[in-house]
């Protein structure tokens, strides 16, 4: 059963599934709480990135203001509202990481593949996600997280090596 009534088209039946699914896990009049699984599922669905026409969907199929879905979407690191690469590199440069080398592993895949952070690739491979504050494994530092996994104790090397394992 969908929650809304209202034409949520662009969303596929499966993250209209997913979306009620979570809603059902809140209270009636706290639909907003599965804003982020929502959106999580879309960007999915959509090549790793969210439009207006689906953040609008999801707002609408929530029974939400548009604004609360978009503050979402732009607040949290984990939402892109542009195409980016398949692949998501994100470095963290707290200041653990800093101090034991974050910045010259954030320069050493800028020159690998001849992008700056926020880009992607040419061949949409790869997406160079803003610099990260914080990715919670300070003790293990430098590190970076490649869709979700995280890589620690990072040299150059070692990041090559990864790098290659992903191709």
């Known amino acids: ?6 034409d949520t088209s662009q969303l596929s039946e499966h993250a209209r599934q997913v979306i009620d699914h979570w809603v059902a896990k809140f209270p009636p009049d706290k639909k907003r709480s599965a804003v982020i699984e929502a959106l999580r599922t879309v960007q999915h669905e959509n090549n790793g990135y969210l439009t207006a026409e689906l953040m609008d969907a999801v707002a609408e199929h929530l029974d939400l203001p548009t604004i609360q879905v978009y503050e979402v979407a732009t607040f949290y690191s ?7 690469g398949r692949c998501h590199i994100s470095v963290c440069t707290n200041i653990a990481c800093h101090l034991r080398g974050s910045a ?9 593949f001849g992008i700056k952070t926020g880009e992607s690739t040419p061949d949409g491979k790869f997406y160079l996600k803003r610099e990260e504050e914080c990715l919670a494994a300070c003790v293990n530092a430098p590190m970076m997280m490649i869709d979700h996994v ?14 290659e394992g992903l191709k």
């Not at 059963?1 to 209202?6: D, G, H, L």
């Not at 995280?150 to 790098?163: A, G, K, S, W």
């Open 150 to 163: 995280y890589y620690e104790n990072l040299t150059p090397e070692t990041v090559d090596q990864i790098l």
């Open 78 to 84: 984990m939402f892109e509202t542009r195409p980016v």
């Open 1 to 6: 059963m969908s929650v809304s009534n209202k």
């Open 104 to 112: 010259e592993i954030v320069e050493h895949i800028e020159k690998r």
